[in-house]
């Protein structure tokens, strides 16, 4: 391991590694990544189901999504290696006239920003997705532009690039404190030894409180258990199928290894590390999938796992310098949607760093807004 860097990168997520990649293509000196686990991704990213999306209703989510489905779209060209991005859409299911009007406000934001999403009425639905019982749908929302991509395919093609780009990646590698002299950064201690750097780059994901505390900063960043249930082979699934979120269950569902998968956000559960299968959790998301796909009532589950929503106040991500010690910089809390803004998160970042405008305005980002009180909540979250 170096002994000494540039920028020391905290985090071997799709974050830490999109990060890495944007600063390496800049050139901007010495990158030391640092993971504490055995593999790349084992955080969340590797429990990310997949779905990439820009119907939210934020400005600021939608330009990060909107820039990011432009580079998995192109992926090759940008990193040299191969990843699939499946643009099958996503649609949104309505059924209560609270969310159609929720919907229709954010479709005006999202239209007026140029996402080509668009309203489908129920015989438009009933014909594009049969297998989905629609007698209480009144509306649903759809992005062609949208779709899945498998995150474990984005990493490896974003490490392997920034490798070659000369980054120093490390598993196994803990950061343990962060040394501040006269207010500023001037090294990181690690379970490998110490290196010195002026810019520690905070991508831990759910963890990232934990850094914060290194120097005395809250970042306002809670772990979230998410489940996650997987089918057997189904013969009834159309190539064509979106990805489907039942807005009034808080269902989604998506094409996986000629099944489906499952997901729903239990509001309830409390912050924690804990990502045991809870088996009331599973009961849950099957109840509601059997309620909308009837057809599902023979499938098999094949997989199931649970991983951390690294969630803040608003559920949008942090992004910017810590003003409680000079050095450090956050790219966390994307509240359940970190793979699909990962490109635009290493992009906007290395533009910062490297001293020129962000290609997105992300002053609603920023990790002072929550002391603040200014901010203001996405609430497309599922
Ligand atoms: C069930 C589920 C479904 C999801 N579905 C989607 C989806 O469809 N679309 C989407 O965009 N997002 C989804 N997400 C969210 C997505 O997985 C996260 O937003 C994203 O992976 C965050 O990436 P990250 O790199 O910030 O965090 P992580 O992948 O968690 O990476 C952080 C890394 O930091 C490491 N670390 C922590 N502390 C230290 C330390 N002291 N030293 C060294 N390393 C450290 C951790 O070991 C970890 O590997 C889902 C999440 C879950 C749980």
């Not at 090294?187 to 030894?193: D, I, R």
């Amino acid at each position: 391991m170096r002994l000494n860097a540039d920028a020391v990168i905290v985090g071997g997520g799709i974050i830490g590694v999109a990060a890495a990649f944007y600063l390496a293509r800049e050139k901007f000196g010495n990158i030391v990544l640092l993971e504490k686990e055995t593999f790349l991704g084992s955080g969340s990213t590797s429990k990310a189901a997949g779905g990439i999306r820009a119907q939210f209703t934020t400005k600021i989510n939608i330009q990060m999504s909107m820039l990011s489905e432009k580079v998995f779209c192109r992926f090759k060209e940008e990193t040299g290696f191969d990843a699939l991005y499946d643009r099958c859409g996503y649609m949104f299911l309505l059924a209560e006239d609270r969310d159609i009007e929720e919907f229709k406000k954010s479709y005006e934001l999202q239209k007026s920003l140029g996402l080509p999403v668009e309203l489908l009425q129920p015989d438009d639905i009933r014909k594009f997705v049969p297998i989905i019982k629609t007698d209480d749908i009144k509306l649903a929302t759809f992005c062609k532009d949208d779709g899945i991509g498998d995150p474990s395919e984005f990493l490896t093609g974003y490490e392997k690039a920034a490798r070659k780009m000369g980054v120093e990646i490390n598993i196994e590698s803990e950061l343990t404190g962060i040394t501040v002299k006269d207010g500023k950064i001037t090294g990181v201690k690690t379970n490998k030894g110490d290196i010195s750097c002026p810019l520690v780059i905070n991508c831990s994901g759910a963890w990232s409180k934990n850094i914060g505390r290194m120097v005395g900063a809250d970042v306002r960043v809670e772990p979230i258990r998410r489940q996650c249930v997987t089918t057997g082979e189904l013969d009834f699934i159309d190539p064509r199928f979106p990805m489907t979120v039942d807005v009034k269950s808080g269902l989604y569902t998506h094409k996986e290894s000629k099944g489906l998968l499952l997901g729903w956000a239990d509001k309830d559960v409390k912050p924690s590390f804990d990502i045991s299968i809870d088996p009331d959790y599973t009961d849950n998301i099957l109840e509601r999938a059997l309620d909308r796909i009837p057809r599902l009532e023979t499938a098999e589950i094949a997989n199931q796992w649970a991983g951390l929503y690294e969630t803040t106040p608003d559920h949008r991500a942090i992004i910017g310098w810590e003003k409680a010690v000079e050095g450090l910089f956050h790219i966390t809390g994307f509240s359940g949607h970190g793979f699909m803004h990962a490109p635009a998160a290493g992009m906007v970042t290395a533009d910062i760093l490297t001293g020129r405008e962000p290609r997105i305005d992300i002053t609603d980002l920023s990790p002072e807004r929550f002391s603040s009180g200014v901010f203001t909540e996405e609430t497309n979250v599922i």
